[in-house]
């Protein structure tokens, strides 16, 4: 009610109402620039106190650099002389370096010809050893033949003078004795005729006593040989004969027979 | 091209000059050096002799050991693998040839061509025995072989090494021998057997003995 009643009054007021608004909205508005230019210019304040610490900062590098160079120039010339110093040095060592190997190598080559002597003189001896143990062997080798021949030899020489010594009076005896000295072929034979020769040396009264003239090898291998044995006989019988001689020539084969060597074959040489 | 040669000689007396220099440096040092070595050397030598029975232990013991290889050698080799080669199977083959043929050639002759057998079978034949079957078949032979006619022809039904040495050997020969003569012209067979002694001379075996047996 008071409005209509003061209705001027209150339109002055308004309007000064408005005028204080806009005044006051000038005023935060002049304050708002007065803070953004606060604020710019302390950030460039800031700005410029980098630029300052940084042209500062080049600045005292420059200055350190600037020592730096000057300290190195002071080196380089201080290190100078010592640079020639070195490659003097160095060159004067050269030669010595040069001059060491020649002693060096003439140590060296003396023991290289002692160490190929060396080893010429245990290649020599291991060669000449391996030779020897070689001639060993072989030697070894024929000694072991000449046993195998004389075995053999031996074997024969017995068999044939089993054969070639019968007594009537003990005939089966001396069979026997044949049979045990004979294998194989032989064996086989004398055992088929075994009776009736046992008759006849009993019928005939029988002694003869043989000896061996003479052995030959004739061939051998390592299992068996073929001797040549020439047999002599002398016989006593009924029919007239005392103290007869006999030759006989023989080709016997021997052969082992387990552990024994035996006679394979007897067959008269005509 | 003229620069060049120019320029090339001027260098040429700098490198001299420096290499002139280079020996001389050299030369200094291995003055220097010699001095060294000297003093080196009365080091070394007086090490040599603190250590001189080491040093050649070694090239003694080898040289022992090549001398002692070397005598082992040479004995295996003429006490037993020279003899066992002169006395291996091709040798026994060989002498038991050589007996065969000697054997054959001793005992076959014929009227005809007496001379001719005689002087084929002293061939083979050497020594004393060489002497006595010349004579014997000159004496003996000859005369009673031309007026009886008789004519022999042997064969060998075996023959085997009974000994064998380097240089000499026996062979066992079973001899079968066929003659005839005038008075007998079917052929008269005899066995017999020999021990034939041989001996090799120049490298031949030849027969020196002839033992029926």
């Given at each position: 009610?008071?409005?209509?009643?003061?209705?001027?009054?209150?339109?002055?007021?308004?309007?000064?109402?408005?005028?204080?608004?806009?005044?006051?909205?000038?005023?935060?508005?002049?304050?708002?620039?007065?803070?953004?230019?606060?604020?710019?210019?302390?950030?460039?304040?800031?700005?410029?106190?980098?630029?300052?610490?940084?042209?500062?900062?080049?600045?005292?590098?420059?200055?350190?650099?600037?020592?730096?160079?000057?300290?190195?120039?002071?080196?380089?010339?201080?290190?100078?002389?010592?640079?020639?110093?070195?490659?003097?040095?160095?060159?004067?060592?050269?030669?010595?370096?040069?001059?060491?190997?020649?002693?060096?190598?003439?140590?060296?080559?003396?023991?290289?010809?002692?160490?190929?002597?060396?080893?010429?003189?245990?290649?020599?001896?291991?060669?000449?050893?391996?030779?020897?143990?070689?001639?060993?062997?072989?030697?070894?080798?024929?000694?072991?033949?000449?046993?195998?021949?004389?075995?053999?030899?031996?074997?024969?020489?017995?068999?044939?003078?089993?054969?070639?010594?019968?007594?009537?009076?003990?005939?089966?005896?001396?069979?026997?004795?044949?049979?045990?000295?004979?294998?194989?072929?032989?064996?086989?034979?004398?055992?088929?005729?075994?009776?009736?020769?046992?008759?006849?040396?009993?019928?005939?009264?029988?002694?003869?006593?043989?000896?061996?003239?003479?052995?030959?090898?004739?061939?051998?291998?390592?299992?068996?040989?073929?001797?040549?044995?020439?047999?002599?006989?002398?016989?006593?019988?009924?029919?007239?004969?005392?103290?007869?001689?006999?030759?006989?020539?023989?080709?016997?084969?021997?052969?082992?027979?387990?552990?024994?060597?035996?006679?394979?074959?007897?067959?008269?040489?005509? | 091209?003229?620069?060049?040669?120019?320029?090339?000689?001027?260098?040429?007396?700098?490198?001299?000059?420096?290499?002139?220099?280079?020996?001389?440096?050299?030369?200094?040092?291995?003055?220097?050096?010699?001095?060294?070595?000297?003093?080196?050397?009365?080091?070394?030598?007086?090490?040599?002799?603190?250590?001189?029975?080491?040093?050649?232990?070694?090239?003694?013991?080898?040289?022992?050991?090549?001398?002692?290889?070397?005598?082992?050698?040479?004995?295996?080799?003429?006490?037993?693998?020279?003899?066992?080669?002169?006395?291996?199977?091709?040798?026994?083959?060989?002498?038991?040839n050589a007996a065969r043929d000697g054997t054959v050639a001793?005992?076959?002759?014929?009227?005809?061509?007496?001379?001719?057998?005689?002087?084929?079978?002293?061939?083979h034949?050497?020594?004393?025995?060489?002497?006595?079957?010349?004579?014997?078949?000159?004496?003996?032979?000859?005369?009673?072989?031309?007026?009886?006619?008789?004519?022999?022809?042997?064969?060998v039904?075996?023959?085997?090494?009974?000994?064998?040495?380097?240089?000499?050997?026996?062979?066992?020969?079973?001899?079968?021998?066929?003659?005839?003569?005038?008075?007998?012209?079917?052929?008269?067979?005899?066995?017999?057997?020999?021990?034939?002694?041989?001996?090799?001379?120049?490298?031949?075996?030849?027969?020196?003995?002839?033992?029926?047996?």
């Amino acid at each position: 009610m008071a409005d209509t009643g003061n209705g001027p009054q209150d339109s002055a007021k308004a309007k000064a109402d408005a005028l204080a608004l806009a005044e006051q909205a000038d005023a935060e508005a002049a304050e708002a620039e007065a803070l953004a230019a606060a604020a710019r210019a302390r950030a460039r304040a800031i700005k410029l106190r980098r630029e300052a610490q940084a042209k500062a900062d080049e600045e005292a590098d420059a200055a350190t650099a600037d020592a730096d160079e000057a300290d190195e120039s002071g080196d380089e010339t201080a290190e100078a002389p010592e640079a020639t110093e070195t490659v003097e040095t160095a060159e004067a060592g050269e030669p010595t370096d040069a001059a060491e190997p020649e002693p060096a190598r003439r140590r060296l080559r003396a023991p290289n010809l002692a160490v190929a002597l060396a080893i010429a003189a245990v290649v020599a001896i291991c060669a000449l050893l391996g030779v020897s143990g070689w001639m060993a062997w072989q030697h070894h080798n024929v000694v072991q033949e000449r046993q195998r021949a004389a075995a053999y030899t031996a074997t024969a020489r017995q068999g044939v003078i089993n054969l070639t010594s019968l007594d009537f009076n003990k005939a089966k005896e001396g069979v026997q004795r044949v049979l045990d000295s004979a294998t194989g072929e032989f064996k086989d034979d004398f055992q088929r005729r075994a009776e009736d020769f046992e008759s006849v040396v009993k019928d005939s009264k029988a002694v003869t006593e043989g000896s061996v003239a003479a052995t030959a090898v004739e061939s051998m291998n390592n299992d068996s040989a073929v001797v040549l044995v020439l047999a002599n006989e002398r016989i006593t019988n009924i029919a007239g004969a005392k103290d007869q001689p006999r030759t006989f020539r023989f080709r016997v084969s021997v052969v082992h027979d387990g552990d024994q060597l035996k006679l394979s074959k007897v067959e008269f040489v005509l | 091209m003229s620069a060049d040669d120019e320029t090339t000689p001027e260098v040429e007396p700098t490198e001299g000059v420096e290499i002139d220099a280079a020996t001389d440096d050299k030369e200094k040092d291995s003055a220097v050096d010699e001095t060294d070595k000297a003093a080196d050397s009365a080091d070394s030598s007086s090490a040599a002799r603190r250590s001189l029975p080491a040093i050649p232990l070694i090239p003694a013991a080898l040289m022992l050991g090549l001398l002692a290889a070397g005598l082992l050698a040479g004995w295996l080799y003429f006490t037993q693998y020279q003899p066992d080669k002169q006395t291996d199977d091709a040798v026994a083959q060989s002498v038991v040839n050589a007996a065969r043929d000697g054997t054959v050639a001793l005992l076959s002759y014929k009227p005809d061509t007496l001379n001719q057998d005689f002087a084929a079978a002293k061939s083979h034949l050497a020594g004393d025995f060489l002497n006595y079957y010349d004579q014997f078949t000159k004496e003996v032979v000859t005369p009673a072989a031309q007026t009886k006619g008789v004519t022999t022809t042997a064969q060998v039904a075996g023959a085997a090494v009974s000994e064998l040495n380097p240089d000499k050997a026996v062979v066992l020969v079973f001899i079968n021998q066929a003659t005839t003569s005038k008075e007998r012209p079917d052929p008269a067979m005899a066995s017999s057997s020999a021990k034939v002694s041989l001996a090799k001379v120049h490298g031949e075996w030849l027969i020196t003995k002839f033992d029926p047996l």
